[in-house]
């Protein structure tokens, strides 16, 4: 086995590092380059391939594959987003040596039991629970055959995970997600490993802000349920406070409820340059979930380069930063929050804290080193 050499099966494109799962990929994949680690990326895609410069500057190769997106994948025992991802081609490539093979997300796991990557070193990275992703996506659906999609999955993808009894280690992001794999797969060592990031050190704006910030995918129905609650309950309760909603947004389900929100703009498919602007002018950056499943991303990375943070508890479950963020469970809590902070820069105590926190818990150097011992030593 090569003592420097790995396979990556990545369930998309990882670049641009856009949204939660891919950006974890994509960092992981920058610390094990950066590391001397020769990377083999194996990457997903649906609609035009686009190559991208970057990921092939830090990997030794990168394969594409197509998924098939046909209706007959959905009629499948196993999960559509599995089997629209089988690929002999993948097989082919992975079977030219006997480097180990890390699988990013459990829907790029179509390979992880096949007989004839038996003697592999194969390491299974956790990105959620699956199941109870999909689950969570169904109910928060609105459309009828997107909500039965995605029931129908959670499904498969309960029976599915089982596959993951043929990895060498299991990678966890959170620690629920941890003892998930722990209690249901004893025999197959679980690690907690967070996520990797874009941030390389915390930088919280001086001064105060100038209004409240709720950002993500706003096409998502999770998210853009979060923004009405947020509107409706929230800003509408704070008049004088101006609130901001940004995010990738091409649905227009906010249109209404925004135009009877005089005090919320919506700022709609921001560049990086512009999210940036974005994050770092807020004064409370405000983030709900009703999913307590994985490590949102979006919250690290405003916890590196924000003033105040306030979520909800199922935002922080399984995860170090609870202490970090100032914490409401309803709109009244919340509300009250908002008002108290909102006029307050960050302390020089909170500002401390968090380096400490973030530093000992999601250094990427830090946790490319224990990603490169779990590959190599698994």
């Known amino acids: 086995m090569s003592a420097n050499h ?8 990882p670049y641009p590092a856009t949204y939660g799962g891919v950006i974890d990929v994509f960092y992981s994949i ?4 950066q590391a001397g680690v020769a990377i083999d990326l194996h990457c997903f895609y649906k609609g035009e391939l686009q190559h991208h410069p970057q990921l092939e500057n830090l990997c030794r190769r990168v394969y594409y594959y197509k998924r098939d997106m046909s209706f007959m994948q959905m009629l499948r025992c196993k999960p559509f987003a599995v089997c629209s991802r089988e690929s002999n081609e993948l097989l082919t490539n992975l079977l030219q040596d006997d480097a180990p093979i890390l699988f990013e997300g459990l829907v790029s796991c179509a390979l992880l039991s096949h007989p004839a990557l038996q003697k592999r070193t194969k ?9 109870d992703y999909y689950m969570a996506l169904s109910k928060a659906a609105r459309q009828l055959g997107k909500k039965l999609y995605l029931w129908a999955d959670a499904i498969r993808l309960r029976r599915f995970e089982s596959c993951v009894s043929h990895a060498q280690a299991i990678l966890a992001v959170a620690h629920q997600d941890e003892a998930h794999f722990r209690k249901h797969y004893p025999n197959v060592p679980t690690y907690y490993l967070p996520s990797f990031h874009p941030n390389n050190e915390v930088s919280i704006p001086d001064g105060k802000g100038r209004y409240i910030l709720y950002h993500g995918n706003l096409d998502v129905a999770e998210n853009y349920n979060a923004a009405e ?9 704070l008049p004088q406070i101006p609130f901001i909603l940004a995010g990738r947004y091409h649905h227009h389900l906010l249109d209404d409820i925004i135009s009877r929100t005089p005090n919320a703009t919506l700022v709609a498919n ?7 602007r974005l994050v770092t002018d807020a004064q409370i950056h405000l983030l709900l979930t009703e999913q307590a499943t994985g490590l949102k991303l979006k919250l690290l990375n405003v916890l590196y380069q924000g003033r105040h943070v306030i979520v909800n508890d199922k935002m922080v479950t399984g995860t170090d930063v ?12 919340i509300v009250t929050l908002c008002q108290q902070y909102f006029t307050h820069p960050v302390s020089t ?4 804290l968090r ?8 250094d990427n150097h830090t946790k490319g080193q224990q990603l490169i011992h779990h590959i190599f030593q698994s």
């Open 6 to 13: 790995v396979h990556i099966i990545s369930f998309d494109i």
């Open 30 to 33: 920058q610390a094990l380059s």
């Open 229 to 237: 609650i947020i509107l409706r309950d929230i800003a509408s309760r």
């Open 270 to 276: 921001p560049n990086s340059a512009e999210m940036n």
């Open 123 to 131: 390491i299974f990275r956790e990105s959620n629970i699956e199941h």
């Open 349 to 352: 105590e909170d500002k401390q």
């Open 322 to 333: 609870a202490p970090l963020c100032h914490i409401g469970n309803n709109a009244d809590e």
């Open 355 to 362: 380096v400490a926190t973030l530093s000992a818990h999601y």
